[in-house]
């Protein structure tokens, strides 16, 4: 086979990616190690940012989102037995929506096969070869046969572990990694939300959030151990912990738990994001921790660069941005990096900390609502800074 960007990984980026080039007049192909349905249906983000809903919506991918989506004007921060609302829209002009990432994922998929796009899944031993040269391949098995792309460049989409990452020559790549001393269980639930918005909560007990799908589904989360076995939580013991954590701020009606699932946390970068014709985006690059809602925000942020520069490259024979990508990109992941650890070091309770570290806490969450200066911070961060 022969296409100009061959696109390794058919989660958010690598089928955005796809998409993006096609509307400028690239052609790409896609290949998946998963099937169509399990990529469809696979639980994870939840929040898009402003931008990225926009840029849905206006590459004509955002239809079914604007009818089903939640828009959201702000959010609600949990604690001291009081919930504080914060207006992202007053605040910053901007909102956030709320809309299942493999709902993305379905409409992303269903628009490239309805352009005559090419996504082959279910492969396997994927790898990719001579990207320091100008004839770039790709090759794969399908069906016990062996495949090769021929392109001329290759897009790593294919999330942390991928094989994009580990293929770069050794001792190019730089890496900035921290993991955190505990992880998310997260139910989605067959029951209404507690408040038609989102609520952090901050608790002695842990971290607990409240979000959801729609008005009558319902995604929480409730921070427990790093590793944390999943049947150390019978549906109970979850309800408990969410009932105690949202301190009597709202009533939680339980339901019937559909999904259960344990995330670790972890911040991670690589540097740089490309070698020679090879260019990673998403999280075969960088990985935060959920309290941030920054993933696949920044994933859906680095391939709309990938297809300016590559769109400048096949148009103009301009490479000046494909040279940029990886520095560019940076510039918005490392801003990521920090709103999503800060979050998460105000929110959850760390293993060792001191009496000093709670009262600090507190203090932070207090400055937040009391602040329209910090307030704005939060929510210029939240519902996405500017894009370039
Ligand atoms: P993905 O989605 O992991 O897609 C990579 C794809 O590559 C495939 N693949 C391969 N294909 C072929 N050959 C190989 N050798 C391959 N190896 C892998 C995989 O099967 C997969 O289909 O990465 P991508 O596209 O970069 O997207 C990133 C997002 O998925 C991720 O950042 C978000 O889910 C993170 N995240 C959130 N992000 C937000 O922006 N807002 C949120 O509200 C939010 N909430 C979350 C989250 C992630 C969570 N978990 C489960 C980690 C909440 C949770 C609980
Ligand atoms: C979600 O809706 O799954 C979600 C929302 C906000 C977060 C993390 C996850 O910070």
Redesign the pocket.
């Given at each position: 086979m022969r296409t100009q960007v061959g696109i390794?990984?058919?989660?958010?980026?690598?089928?955005?990616l796809s998409h993006l080039l096609h509307l400028a007049g690239i052609e790409s192909i896609i290949?998946?190690?998963?099937s169509r349905d399990?990529?469809e249906h696979?639980?994870?983000?939840?929040?898009?940012?402003q931008w990225?809903t926009d840029m849905l919506i206006e590459t004509g991918v955002g239809e079914r989102m604007q009818r089903e989506a939640m828009f959201h004007d702000g959010n609600h921060l949990c604690f001291n037995g009081e919930t504080h609302h914060l207006n992202f829209k007053d605040l910053v002009g901007k909102g956030i929506t709320?809309y299942g990432?493999q709902e993305v994922?379905k409409d992303l998929v269903a628009q490239r096969l309805k352009d005559g796009g090419q996504i082959i899944f279910e492969?396997?031993?994927?790898?990719v070869h001579d990207f320091g040269t100008d004839k770039p391949s790709i090759t794969?098995r399908k069906d016990g046969k062996d495949q090769r792309i021929d392109c001329d460049f290759i897009a790593g989409?294919?999330?942390?572990?991928?094989?994009?990452r580990p293929s770069f020559p050794e001792g190019t790549l730089t890496f900035y990694d921290r993991e955190y001393p505990f992880g998310?269980l997260?139910i989605l639930t067959d029951s209404p939300p507690p408040d038609h918005e989102l609520i952090y909560s901050y608790h002695d007990r842990g971290f607990a959030l409240y979000?959801m799908r729609s008005p009558t589904i319902s995604r929480l989360?409730v921070q427990v151990d790093h590793d944390e076995d999943v049947n150390n939580w019978p549906d109970d013991r979850i309800w408990e912990e969410l009932h105690i954590r949202l301190q009597g701020t709202r009533k939680l009606q339980e339901g019937k738990i559909l999904q259960k699932?344990v995330?670790?946390m972890r911040s991670f970068v690589c540097e740089p994001m490309q070698t020679g014709r090879l260019f990673l985006?998403?999280?075969?690059?960088h990985?935060?921790p959920?309290t941030?809602?920054?993933?696949?925000?920044?994933?859906?942020a680095?391939?709309r660069m990938l297809s300016r520069a590559l769109s400048a490259y096949y148009k103009s024979h301009k490479t000046d941005l494909l040279e940029g990508y990886s520095k560019t990109c940076l510039e918005r992941v490392w801003k990521g990096q920090r709103f999503s650890w800060w979050m998460t070091q105000i929110f959850h309770v760390f293993p060792n900390e001191v009496p000093f570290d709670r009262r600090r806490q507190l203090a932070e969450l207090d400055y937040i609502v009391n602040s329209r200066a910090a307030a704005t911070s939060l929510a210029e961060n939240y519902a996405g800074l500017p894009i370039v």
């Open positions: 390794i990984g058919a989660g958010p980026a690598g089928l955005m290949i998946e190690n998963r399990y990529i696979r639980i994870r983000a939840g929040l898009i940012e990225a709320i990432q994922v492969v396997e031993d994927t790898a794969f989409c294919d999330g942390f572990h991928g094989i994009c998310w997260g979000t989360y699932g995330t670790p985006a998403g999280d075969a690059a990985i935060v959920p941030g809602a920054k993933g696949m925000n920044l994933a859906l680095d391939v």
